[in-house]
C-alpha cells in the first residue's frame, strides 16, 4: 500500500485490517451508488418526494409529473446522483464507523464524489479520508457499477420535450376513441353521428361514455411500442392499431425497455371527463313528402385529461425509472395549455367540487326491485351510479334545484327537491318496455252503390316495401308526445315511456297518405319483450281529401270500420278474419 505524505508505512500487524477496512468502505460506496439510483428511479430523478409539479401513485408509490399543463419540470439526474451518494455516507458514517471498531480506531472524513456517466456503467470516484489507528488508507476509491443509467437519463429526457412539443398521446389517444368497439350499430365512443332509417334512437349518458374513453386510453398505452419493437400478427387478436413512437434524440434506444401505464384505481370523472352534447340524444324523424326517416347530423366534442406514466426499465440494474405527463384532448383535438379549461363553466364546476351535503338515494322499479346503475345528476352536478342494491351515498351541494334520474330503458326522472330531502329518498323508477311493432295494412273499399265498406278475407297483409307508417303518440298522463316512424314490416321500439296515449297514425307511400286511425292504447312496463300489431286502413278516396277537418271525420270513420269489423287498430294480437262488411248507417 501506497500512503499519503508524511505518513509512516503500514506497520506489520495493521495491514489486513487496512485491506478489511478498505474493502468494506469500497463497498459502502458501492451499496451507496445503488441505493441511490434505485431511489431515482422510483422517484423520477429526484431523491424525495419533494416534486414541484405535484405526483400520482403507481404500484404504491409517489411517481412526480416531469410535464403538467404544458409546464416542464425535472431535476438535474447527475448532480441529484452525485448528492445522493454523498448523503447516503453521511447519513451512515456514524454507524459504519461503530461497525468497524473491531479492526481498530476508525475515522472517516468527508466525501468528495465525481461520477462519469458511460454508456454502460458509472465509474465513481471518491476521495473519502480514512484513518485507521493513525494511518491513512489511500485515496481516492474508484467504483465501477454496470448500468444504461446514462441512455435512461438522455431518453427521458428527450421524451418529455417531444412529448409536450408533438402531444403522440393525445393523437394516439383520439385515434383509439374514434375506432371505439361498436354496440348496435354506434361506436362506444361517438364523434359524428347521422342516423339513417324509421326507428333508429341514440341515448348515451355520461357513464355510457366514460366506459368507452377509460377503455380506449388503456388501450392507447398498452399499444403504444418503441422503434422497431411492435409485435408482430397481433391484428387478429385485437383490432386496435399498435402505435410506434419516432426515434427520440435520432436514437431507438433498443436495450431499454420502455412502457406506457395508468396510475392505481385509475378512473375518470367529471371534472376529467366532459363532452357537447352532455348527454348524447339523437332520434330519426319522418322527412315529410319523401317517406325517408333521418336524423339531423350530430357532432361530439371532448374534453379529456388523464395521466401516462413513462416508465424506462435499466436492463442491467433491472431499476424501473419513472415519471408521469398529463395528456390534454379539447375539441377533439390536443388541447392548448393556455388556459386549459373543459366545457363545465368556473362556477358550476366550483359548486360541483365543493360539495359537502351527504344523501343518501334510493331507485326502485315499479315492482320494488332495486335499479343498479341509474345516473343520479343534482343541480347540474353527477353524483355517481346506483349500486347493485339500487343505492347511492353521495356528497351533493347545498341548495334547491333539479334531481335527475336516468338510465338506458327507464323513463327520465326529473324533479325539483332540496338537498335535505335527499338524505334517505326512495324513487321509483318506470321501465320503457321495449317491444316489436308488426304494421299491417288494411284494404278498405267504399262500396257506395250498397252504401257500406267492403274488407275482403285477404284485405289484412303486412305493409308494402314503398310504404312506411307515422306515428304520433299523445301521453294524457304527462301531455308529452312522442313520435315513431316505420319504413318496415316490423320494428321495434324502446322510447315510449309507460302510460295511457292517445296515438294517432298515417300509412304513407312518398307523400301520398293511404288512410290513418287514432285510436287509444296503454303502453305497460310488462309489454316489454312482447309485440304489438297496428292495422292501417287503405282506402282509395283518403289522399283526395285535402280540408283538415274533413281529413280527421275521415280517420275517424276508418277507425270505426276497423272496429266494426273486430280489427283493434292496436292490438297485442293478430285477428282472426275472413272478410267484412259495414255499411253506412252503422258507422
Given at each position: ?69 404544458g409546464e416542464i419540470k425535472y431535476p438535474n439526474i447527475r448532480e441529484n446522483f452525485v448528492n445522493g451518494v454523498k448523503n447516503y455516507i453521511e447519513l451512515y458514517k456514524e454507524n459504519f464507523t461503530d461497525a468497524l471498531k473491531e479492526y481498530g480506531d476508525v475515522s472517516l472524513g468527508e466525501p468528495q464524489v465525481v461520477a462519469n456517466f458511460l454508456s454502460n456503467k458509472i465509474v465513481l470516484t471518491v476521495n473519502l479520508p480514512v484513518i485507521i489507528d493513525g ?149 330519426s324523424k319522418i322527412i315529410p313528402l319523401l317517406g325517408m326517416c333521418q336524423s339531423d347530423p350530430l357532432y361530439v366534442k371532448y374534453y379529456l385529461t388523464y395521466p401516462a406514466i413513462v416508465r424506462i426499465k435499466d436492463p442491467l440494474t433491472g431499476y424501473v425509472f419513472q415519471y408521469a405527463v398529463q395528456v390534454y384532448i379539447k375539441d377533439n383535438e390536443p388541447g392548448v395549455w393556455t388556459g386549459m379549461s373543459g366545457y363545465v363553466s368556473g362556477e358550476k ?239
Open positions: 500500500y501506497a500512503y499519503q505524505s508524511g505518513m509512516s508505512p503500514v506497520a506489520p500487524g495493521i495491514s489486513n485490517k487496512v485491506q478489511a477496512v478498505k474493502l468494506s468502505v469500497e463497498n459502502m460506496i458501492r451499496e451507496a451508488s445503488l441505493q441511490t439510483l434505485k431511489t431515482m428511479s422510483d422517484y423520477g430523478g429526484y431523491l424525495d418526494t419533494s416534486f414541484p409539479l405535484g405526483s400520482v401513485r403507481f404500484l404504491g408509490k409517489d411517481v412526480p409529473y416531469w410535464q403538467k399543463a494511518y491513512s488508507i489511500k485515496e481516492p476509491y474508484v467504483i465501477e457499477m454496470p448500468s444504461k443509467f446514462s441512455e435512461v437519463e438522455e431518453f427521458a429526457t428527450g421524451f418529455v420535450n417531444y412529448e409536450a412539443l408533438n402531444r403522440p398521446f393525445e393523437i394516439y389517444t383520439l385515434s383509439s376513441m374514434m375506432i371505439s368497439p361498436v354496440t348496435n350499430g354506434i361506436h362506444d365512443v361517438p364523434f359524428f353521428l347521422f342516423l339513417i332509417g324509421c326507428g333508429k334512437f341514440v341515448y348515451k349518458d355520461w357513464w355510457d361514455i366514460k366506459q368507452g374513453v377509460e377503455y380506449a386510453i388503456k388501450v392507447t398505452l398498452a399499444h403504444t411500442y418503441m422503434p422497431g419493437k411492435v409485435p408482430l400478427h397481433t391484428m387478429k387478436t385485437n383490432p386496435y392499431p399498435k402505435y410506434t413512437l419516432v426515434p427520440i434524440n435520432g436514437k431507438e434506444y433498443s436495450d431499454l425497455k420502455v412502457s406506457f401505464h395508468l396510475p392505481d384505481n385509475f378512473e375518470l370523472d367529471p371534472s376529467s371527463l366532459q363532452f357537447e352534447p352532455d348527454p348524447i340524444s339523437l332520434e364546476k366550483t359548486m360541483c367540487e365543493n360539495a359537502w351535503y351527504q344523501v343518501d338515494i334510493k331507485v326502485k322499479g315499479t315492482d320494488g326491485s332495486p335499479v343498479s346503475g341509474a345516473a343520479v345528476n343534482y343541480m347540474g352536478c353527477s353524483l355517481g351510479r346506483t349500486n347493485e342494491n339500487g343505492e347511492l351515498k353521495a356528497v351533493a351541494p347545498f341548495g334547491i334545484g333539479l334531481l335527475k334520474i336516468y338510465k338506458k330503458g327507464y323513463e327520465e326522472y326529473s324533479e325539483m327537491k332540496s338537498v335535505a330531502s335527499l338524505n334517505d329518498i326512495t324513487i321509483t323508477f318506470r321501465k320503457k318496455p321495449a317491444f316489436n311493432m308488426y304494421l299491417y295494412e288494411v284494404m278498405i273499399q267504399n262500396l257506395s252503390m250498397s252504401n257500406s265498406y267492403h274488407i275482403s278475407s285477404g284485405g289484412l297483409k303486412p305493409i308494402e316495401n314503398n310504404q312506411y307508417v307515422i306515428m304520433e303518440w299523445y301521453n294524457t298522463d304527462t301531455n308529452k308526445r312522442y313520435e315513431t316512424a316505420f319504413d318496415t314490416k316490423s320494428s321495434r321500439i324502446s322510447n315510449i315511456p309507460p302510460g295511457s296515449y292517445l296515438i294517432g297514425a298515417n300509412l304513407m307511400e312518398g307523400s301520398k297518405a293511404l288512410g290513418g286511425f287514432i285510436t287509444t292504447f296503454n303502453i305497460t312496463e310488462d309489454l316489454d319483450e312482447k309485440s304489438l300489431y297496428a292495422f292501417l286502413p287503405n282506402i282509395l278516396e283518403y289522399n283526395e281529401i285535402e280540408d283538415v277537418s274533413d281529413k280527421a271525420e275521415a280517420t275517424a270513420t276508418l277507425t270505426n270500420i276497423l272496429l266494426a269489423c273486430g280489427i283493434k287498430p292496436i292490438s297485442d294480437s293478430k285477428p282472426e278474419f275472413n272478410s267484412c262488411v259495414v255499411g253506412y248507417d252503422e258507422l
